[in-house]
């Protein structure tokens, strides 16, 4: 094991660093995994999202974090680094590209490959989901905000458990943009929470906090957002393996925030989504979570090719575009007032 502390994989988007039990007081090896884009603070251009290329380097991350011989693997997505799941801007970009059918397979490819390695990881894993940490206060307690995690949910579904801030928000938007989504959401979902949760998340395209995550299994413990990092170190202090909570709620309308939504779900997605859900179960049923995670990539496959989520994703991008200059602007304007 290298250095008490010391990161063994040291790359752009994502480090992990090693501690050794025996030198510190949570008594087992452990690994920690940090999800990093620098882009998300800057002003006026919050690149929260996953590109290619970080996805790349996650795959190569779990490549290297699966030799270690440790008891456990934390890994952190805190929003918003994460928090807007895949790249319009990179798909935005790609889809004025002679080569995007390619790409967008290959895309899609790379996140039913990243999800099975993430699986195929031999010892305890724990992915924990929190806000943006915003600041300090008094007590010097880091201060965190809700996060939406959008498409980003379902990458830190694919470990072994998941351990939540209660006012984080997560959400499935795709539902708007015209597709589902396509990391693996639907099939991770569906093998944590059941099918009525999962088609009332993927529908509706509307977001659950913390709370609501762990009444239906897409979390297997939720504390305080300020608190999640401590209630990690407890289980590794503790030596305890918890398995997957089980589901025992169904959502109500009343349980999901549909306030926040930039689009209305489209009808082509819907019409979709009930024979989608049945080919999953049917799939799930004969070859797991694999069978599972290429029907969920074949429909996010096709929908990402009609004109509907093409138009959509220009729409947005439109949007985002605007939102940037009047937050560039209002900045401009709060730095001028200040002198």
């Not at 779990?62 to 929003?79: A, C, S, T």
């Not at 008094?138 to 959008?150: D, E, H, I, K, T």
Request: proline content about 4%.
């Amino acid at each position: 094991m290298a250095a008490n502390g010391s990161y063994g994989f040291n790359g752009e988007f994502v480090r992990i660093r090693l501690y050794n039990g025996r030198e510190s007081p949570y008594r087992h090896d452990h690994a920690v995994v940090s999800i990093l884009n620098s882009g998300w603070a800057t002003p006026g251009n919050p690149n929260n999202a996953l590109t290619t290329p970080m996805l790349k380097e996650f795959s190569q991350a779990l490549d290297w974090l699966r030799k270690q011989n440790v008891e456990y693997g934390v890994i952190n997505w805190n929003g918003p680094t994460t928090g807007s799941g895949m790249s319009l801007d990179e798909f935005d970009e790609k889809l004025t590209g002679p080569n995007f059918e390619r790409w967008w397979a290959e895309h899609l490819d790379r996140a039913v490959e990243i999800v099975l390695k993430a699986r195929a990881i031999p010892y305890h894993t724990i992915s924990t989901i929190r806000g943006t940490r915003l600041t300090y206060n008094s007590n010097n307690r880091a201060v965190y905000l809700p996060a939406v995690f959008g498409g980003s949910v379902e990458l830190p579904l694919a470990f072994r458990e998941v351990i939540i801030g209660d006012t984080t928000r997560l959400c499935y938007p795709e539902s708007g943009y015209g597709a589902v989504p396509g990391l693996g959401g639907v099939a991770l979902t569906y093998e944590r929470t059941g099918r009525h949760n999962t088609e009332m998340l993927v529908a509706t395209g509307g977001t659950i906090d913390g709370t609501i995550a762990n009444k239906i299994g897409m979390a297997d413990r939720v504390v305080p957002d300020s608190d999640v990092s401590k209630a990690v170190y407890e289980v590794i202090q503790s030596g305890e393996k918890r398995g997957r909570k089980r589901s025992e709620f169904e959502l109500q309308e009343k349980d999901i925030d549909l306030s926040g939504r930039r689009f209305l779900p489209e009808r082509s997605v819907l019409n979709v989504i009930p024979g989608m859900m049945s080919q999953i179960e049917v799939a799930y049923r004969a070859r797991g979570l694999e069978g599972a995670l290429k029907v969920n990539r074949d429909v996010c496959f096709e929908l990402g090719l009609s004109d509907v989520f093409r138009e959509n994703v220009f729409e947005f991008q439109r949007q985002e575009r605007e939102r940037r200059i009047r937050q560039l602007e209002e900045i401009a304007r709060t730095e001028e007032t200040a002198r």
